[in-house]
């Protein structure tokens, strides 16, 4: 499992109620079915984080160093399509050879269709679909692999059905509405100074990755948070430019150095806001890196500080440490983010910084 060992990939969640003493018999009488039960209808449930197939949920199987660990399992039966076009072709064929018709009717292909499903179906394996998760025993917080906002509300849905409480993605608009912030009374940020009246992004996430790009390279790239320290701040590249908050007028720079592009620029000078990029976080001698999706707060192959040599319990606690600190900074900078562009004395300040900043960063030709 992918919290165990190599990057993460994940979206963290708020656990609305913190975990009862009778969850884990909640989340066995949700488990997933034996595969032997599996029709055509896909069926879902929940695993422990040992594999995907063990279905035998306890409270020594579902906690692991001191965390619930547990894996949404979805199971269902498909048939490749090729194959699947293949039998019907030949169905047909052979109907027409038998008829001596030169065309068959819609009613008759739609019956060799549900003729070959069923004669196939049966026979396929089943796939697996798995959404690990982590969760806080005594806290709030869950760390779940479910980063589209399909996913992730299939995730809170099931959980919700398990547990009684569904988790809350921590999104932009959602991570603001915990300091009492709503982003929808902001008023539209243009950060260009050459595109008063374009039809920029109006998304919380899209002017937070643009203002952490401008702190990275404008305000030393340092942000102190209490409690947790000093951290540095750094974008890189692929970057996702987007003009307006519903995807449309999207570019992405990949080759060469894309930060420093005259491409970047031009972007940003157009009214362009990041939605999509490559940060890292640093604290002393320790570097956490990922892809952010500005939308919806996904990370992407995150990659931990250096672990000792540990025995697997301890390894995993150390590396839980290691995400907790990254989340724990993230939204810690994301909170500083969301007080600046709420306070309406001090944002007009920023904004003007942000548009002297574009219109003189560097760029290379």
């Known amino acids: 499992m992918a919290f165990e060992s190599g990057s993460i990939s994940f979206r963290l969640f708020h656990m609305a109620q913190k975990m009862n003493d009778g969850a884990v ?3 066995a009488k949700h488990a997933l079915p034996s595969l032997e ?3 055509a209808d896909k069926m879902a449930g929940w695993v422990t984080g040992r594999h995907l197939l063990d279905r035998h949920v306890t409270e020594d199987t579902a906690h692991f160093g001191g965390y619930l660990r547990l894996t949404l399992v979805s199971a269902e039966r498909k048939i490749p399509s090729a194959l699947f076009r293949a039998e019907c072709k030949m169905e047909e064929l052979a109907q027409l050879a038998a008829s001596g ?18 004669r196939l179906l049966p026979k396929m394996p089943p796939q697996l679909k798995a959404q690990p998760f982590i969760a806080e025993v005594t806290g709030d917080r869950l760390w779940a692999s479910a980063l589209s906002d399909v996913q992730a509300e299939d995730f809170a849905q099931q959980f919700g059905r398990s547990a009684g409480s569904a988790p809350i993605p921590l999104t932009p608009e959602t991570a603001a509405a915990r300091r009492k912030i709503d982003v929808r009374q902001w008023d539209l940020a243009v950060f260009s100074p ?3 009246g374009e039809p920029v992004s109006d998304r919380a996430g899209h002017d937070f990755l643009t203002w952490f790009w401008f702190i990275a390279e404008a305000r030393r790239g340092l942000v102190t948070l209490p409690e947790i320290g000093e951290f ?4 890189e590249g692929p970057l996702t430019f987007v003009m307006e908050g519903g995807g449309a007028h999207e570019i992405v720079l990949r080759k060469g150095e894309p930060r420093v592009s005259a491409e970047a620029k031009a972007a940003l000078l157009a009214g362009k806001k990041l939605k999509r990029a490559k940060i890292t976080l640093a604290r002393g001698d320790e570097m956490w890196s990922c892809g952010l999706d500005g939308d919806n ?3 992407r192959g995150l990659k931990l500080p250096q672990t000792e040599q540990l025995d697997a319990v301890s390894r995993f ?4 440490r290691l995400l907790e600190t990254f989340t724990d900074a993230f939204y810690g900078i994301f909170d500083q983010f969301a007080a600046e ?5 001090r944002w007009p300040d920023t904004l003007k910084e942000i548009r002297k900043w574009i219109a003189g960063r560097y760029s290379r030709h």
């Open 25 to 27: 018999q909640q989340f």
């Open 37 to 39: 039960a599996l029709g």
């Open 101 to 118: 018709y030169e065309r068959l009717s819609a009613r008759v292909r739609s019956e060799i269709r549900e003729s070959v499903t069923s």
């Open 194 to 196: 050459e595109a008063e």
């Open 232 to 235: 540095g701040l750094l974008i």
């Open 297 to 299: 707060f996904a990370f």
């Open 317 to 320: 606690q150390d590396r839980m």
């Open 341 to 345: 562009r709420n306070d309406a004395a």
